[in-house]
């Protein structure tokens, strides 16, 4: 597995949906100065790739004959992040209630993530100053050498409450049907046998229950900044 360069800092998020992950790394990563890569958007593009093309979700063969098909190309710029399939623009796409409701099955195909893995772990390879990758499996199986890990956790309710917060005005916000759609997608990817979501061994938990977005902001670059400090 190649490295980045010994002065770049690699910065591993995990955690289960909602938890603020994206957020969080984007932020972090803009203040830093570093790379952000979302792996979360990888799944979710390959889904989409596999419903448009007529791939039965449900069907783990048909998936894993067909993974290494879709081109998905992701730009790491914090301030914009891009992810494309095939040269084309799947940032809207990829945010459907469909691909969300399909992505923990096809996220769970040991092909779809032996390439996703590879693909990720080159983009972090290619981040000269460094970069902050979130996901479910990234301090685990990812990036196991990571300077830091990061498991950021909070409760279901507080999760389901940011979540509506978003869904308002554009699709359904019945708070306990979002709670159990959270809940049911973490059970799956945490059970899943292939690099299921997990905090590794090694990683800082925080939970964000009661932090607002700029606490767990600013919590993240103290831990990142300390880090750096540690290795002069
Ligand atoms: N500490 C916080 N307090 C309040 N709202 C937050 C906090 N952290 C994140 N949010 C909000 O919660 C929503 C979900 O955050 P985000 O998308 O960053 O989570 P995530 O862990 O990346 O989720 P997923 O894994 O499902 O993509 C966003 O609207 C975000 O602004
Ligand atoms: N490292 C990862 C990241 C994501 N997944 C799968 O993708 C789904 C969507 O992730 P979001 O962060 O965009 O919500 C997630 O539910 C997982 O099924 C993954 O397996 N590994």
Redesign the pocket.
Known sequence: METAAPSAVIVAIDGP?GTG??STSKAVAAKLGLRYL????Q??AITWWMITNGIDTDDPHAIAVAAGKPGIVSGTDPAAPTITVDGLDASVPIRTQEV?SK??AV?AVPEVRTLITELQRSIAASAEGGIVVE????GTT?LPDADLKIFLTASPEARAARRSGELRGKEATDLAATKDALIK?DA??SGRKT?P?AKAGDAVEVDTTELTLDQVIECVVTLVEEKRAGRQ
């Not at 996901?135 to 990234?138: N, Q, S």
């Open positions: 949906s992950k994206s979302d792996t979360g958007a799944y979710r969300t992505v923990s996220s996901g479910r499996d990234i990812v997608r799956a990817d690099s979501l």
